[in-house]
């Protein structure tokens, strides 16, 4: 009995274990169907600038301006929605891409910069995601205010072939009433005519005539004045219509013409009136870079008069220290020292502002002569030889030889460099190095590069490096003046040479600045060459 009882419990347990298996693999099998069935889908609905609905047709090429905003609205499609999804919207372009998540099916762009630009979206939650559905568009202010006026050169054409077609619909209604009244006319005089002959047989006796004389002589006379040829009434002949069809006929094409004529006034006023448009829009321009250049000069000045007010307020102490108290002489030399090396400065001060006003005022006039480049840089390292000892600073030069003598202003070109030596001494720690390298290109045109260790400079230092009286973040490590009007007199004087100038830099691995010279010197509309 124990044995029967052992042997079915065997084989009860196979079988529940062998009932467990299959319905495990129903429920995964199940999942995998339900997954297979629930489908995500991420679908682009409707594109809106500023307020017109794009059609889907003309998705391919869409292009917008600055000034309009840009709407996408989306969802997704699914036949599972029990679990909570997001969407990612990514916008790319060739400088920047901005990514965000977000859970509303729409999303605005404005003010967008000028560029290609490629919108990708898709839906995702803790198990799925779908396919990125991908949109083109381009920012291109001169392209879309081109569409706009091939739209409006459309509707106009259009507007024409409408008054053309009802111009054509009444000429041929003046053409149908003529064939009418050709056919009616005939007839009608037709009638009038038998009627005149049934009358004449059915005249009244003059018996009759003189009864009715007899009893109102007063209406008999007036129905014989009114029955005389002269007082009948006369009927328009078919030529005199046919000659009042033409005169119609006339006026209609002088309307016409008329009209032609007020339509190319309408376009022409239009065209002006968009031309004066673009007049404002320059005027606001040149209005507000004017209002920034004042701007940007208070500032300069503001600061120029307080880098001038420290060294005046230390040579007023010094000068009262020398005249209030018995000094040695070798304490008053030092004073007399530090007075004279606080004057250089302000005198330096001085002369940048005088620079700056003349390189506003009037055309930076140009000494040219062939020049040699590696003698520049060699005359500018021995004269700053000093103020990089004081420092500790190397000065190496790593100069390309058998350079071509260039057509340059030799002092110019060396104001530009010495510029950017004594800056690089400046805003170098104590024990870096800074090297002199020059070269030349593939366009013939010669590169002069100054690198250092120093500071090193911000992206939002670089963007305005060249400005005039910028100020950057980095500081001079030795307490040394900056106006800021360096580097704004390196651009404008290697602009006078037709060269251009950049940097390379990265806050604290220091800073190379750069510019090219062309060898052959292009004299320009307004450059004076003595």
């Not at 390309?400 to 530009?416: G, M, R, S, T």
């Not at 580097?487 to 004087?493: E, G, N, Y």
């Amino acid at each position: 009995m124990l044995k029967n009882t052992l042997k079915m419990w065997h084989f009860g347990k196979e079988n529940i274990i062998i009932l467990f298996l299959f319905f495990l693999l129903c429920v995964i099998m199940l999942n995998g169907e339900s997954r297979k069935n629930n489908t995500y889908i991420t679908m682009p609905d409707n594109i809106i600038i500023d307020k017109d609905t794009i059609k889907k047709s003309d998705w391919k090429n869409i292009v917008i301006s600055q000034k309009d905003s840009i709407t996408f609205t989306y969802h997704c499609e699914s036949n599972d929605t029990s679990l909570p999804f997001l969407f990612n919207v990514k916008l790319q372009n060739e400088k920047d891409i901005n990514t965000q998540s977000t859970n509303s099916g729409i999303i605005i762009y404005y003010g967008l910069p000028e560029g290609k630009y490629d919108l990708s979206i898709f839906a995702f939650s803790q198990r799925w995601s779908t396919n990125p559905a991908t949109i083109w568009f381009r920012v291109n202010n001169r392209e879309d205010s081109l569409n706009k006026v091939i739209k409006l050169l459309i509707y106009e054409v259009k507007s024409l072939k409408q008054k053309k077609n009802f111009s054509e619909t009444a000429i041929a209604v003046n053409k149908s009433f003529l064939i009418i009244i050709s056919i009616i006319l005939p007839i009608f005089f037709v009638i009038i005519f038998i009627l005149i002959k049934f009358r004449k047989k059915l005249q009244i006796e003059p018996k009759f005539d003189e009864y009715y004389e007899e009893i109102s002589p007063t209406l008999y006379f007036e129905e014989q004045l009114m029955n005389t040829p002269e007082k009948q009434t006369v009927k328009p002949s078919y030529e005199d219509m046919t000659e009042e069809n033409s005169q119609l006929r006339e006026e209609i094409n002088s309307l016409r013409k008329q009209i032609d004529i007020l339509q190319n006034r309408s376009y022409e006023m239009k065209k002006k009136n968009k031309e004066l448009e673009e007049k404002v829009d320059k005027l606001s321009k040149g209005k507000k870079e004017l209002e920034e250049l004042q701007k940007q000069k208070d500032e300069l000045f503001a600061v120029i008069i307080h880098d001038i007010k420290n060294p005046v307020a230390l040579i007023k102490s010094l000068v009262e220290l020398l005249r209030s108290y018995d000094l040695s002489a070798t304490e008053q030399q030092e004073i007399i020292a530090d007075i004279f090396e606080t004057t250089t400065k302000i005198v330096s001060l001085s002369q940048e502002v005088s620079r700056i006003l003349s390189l506003e005022t009037t055309s930076i006039t140009l000494s040219i002569e062939p020049t040699n480049i590696n003698d520049v840089i060699n005359d500018v390292c021995r004269r700053n030889t000093v103020s990089a000892k004081n420092k500790s600073i190397n000065i190496l030069l790593d100069l390309k030889q058998d350079l071509p003598e260039a057509e340059l202003d030799f002092q110019k070109v060396e104001e530009i460099i010495d510029n950017l030596v004594s800056n690089a001494i400046k805003f170098s720690h104590a024990g870096g190095e800074i090297r002199l390298r020059s070269n030349i290109s593939e366009d013939n045109s010669l590169i002069i590069e100054v690198s250092d260790n120093g500071l090193g400079l911000s992206e939002g230092d670089i963007q305005k490096a060249f400005q005039r009286g910028a100020r950057l973040s980095a500081k001079p490590t030795g307490n040394e003046p900056s106006s800021g009007l360096g580097l704004w007199i390196v651009r404008k004087l290697v602009e006078a040479h037709n060269g251009r100038v950049w940097v390379k830099s990265a806050l604290g691995k220091g800073s190379t600045f750069a510019f090219s010279l062309p060898v052959a010197h292009i004299k320009q509309e307004n450059e004076q060459v003595n």
